[in-house]
């Protein structure tokens, strides 16, 4: 089992509302990730967290606030975006940070976000 | 600086081969992976080569020379599904993923 599910699909939010963005996943990894993609761009680092722990922050701007609950939930909270910020927001998950095959991440569907 | 090249579109016939090449130039070297995305999907694992050489799975393989910052994706028997986009991506020193900006492939019956 490689799935890293995400909530909700869709979301369109006002620049004035907070929202949040949900990963789970059940295969015992213990690295989570979030990705912005915006249209025909490849994914862009935004945030890593290793063993709950945030790892790597990519200078994302404050009204992005990511949350690791546990090892098997990440959150994603939202507040003030501003219009640019639309786009494909992906979780991923790997085994942990160490090096080789057990870094390959496993992506999320995704949520595709769009604000007013 | 960080840069991964891979051409941005390629077109192919339903049962041929088609190889897709990327060349890296990034801070340090751990490993490097091949995704697929479809239109309005999230990318999925497609391969990865850490050591010079060709991995095959199937219909797909990919090949790494680490003293060429180079790779390929070679697909055979292309089918239409195959269509999508292909990334390329290098895990850097720091541990971070990089990818490249993807090769959408276009595969005609």
């Known amino acids: 089992d490689t799935e890293v599910t995400q909530t909700p699909k869709h979301l369109v939010m006002g620049m004035t509302n907070k929202k949040s963005l949900k990963c789970e996943q059940h295969?015992?990894?213990?690295?989570m990730y979030w990705y912005k993609q915006k249209a025909k761009k490849p994914p862009e680092l935004m945030f890593v967290y290793s063993y709950e722990k945030l790892s790597i922050n990519e200078s994302v701007p404050s009204r992005f606030s990511p949350e690791c609950p546990n090892s098997s939930l990440l959150n994603l909270h939202l507040h003030a975006l501003q219009p640019e910020d639309s786009a494909l927001y992906l979780c991923?998950?790997?085994?942990?940070?160490?090096?080789?095959?057990?870094?390959?991440?496993?992506f999320g569907p995704g949520t595709r976000l769009l604000v007013l | 600086g960080q840069n991964i090249d891979q051409p941005t579109e390629m077109t192919a016939t339903e049962g041929a081969i088609v190889q897709i090449n990327c060349t890296y130039q990034?801070?340090?070297?751990?490993?490097l992976f091949w995704y697929q995305q479809h239109a309005g999907e999230a990318p999925t694992f497609l391969s990865y080569n850490v050591l010079d050489g060709l991995e095959e799975k199937g219909r797909f393989s990919s090949f790494l020379s680490r003293s060429k910052g180079y790779s390929y994706l070679l697909l055979k028997e292309l089918q239409m599904k195959d269509s999508a986009s292909y990334l390329c991506a290098v895990r850097d020193n720091t541990d971070k993923l990089i990818f490249g900006t993807g090769t959408r492939l276009q595969v005609f019956p």
């Open positions: 295969m015992g990894h213990r690295a």
């Open positions: 990034t801070s340090g070297f751990n490993g």
């Open positions: 991923a998950s790997s085994q942990d940070r160490t090096s080789g095959v057990r870094e390959t991440q496993y």
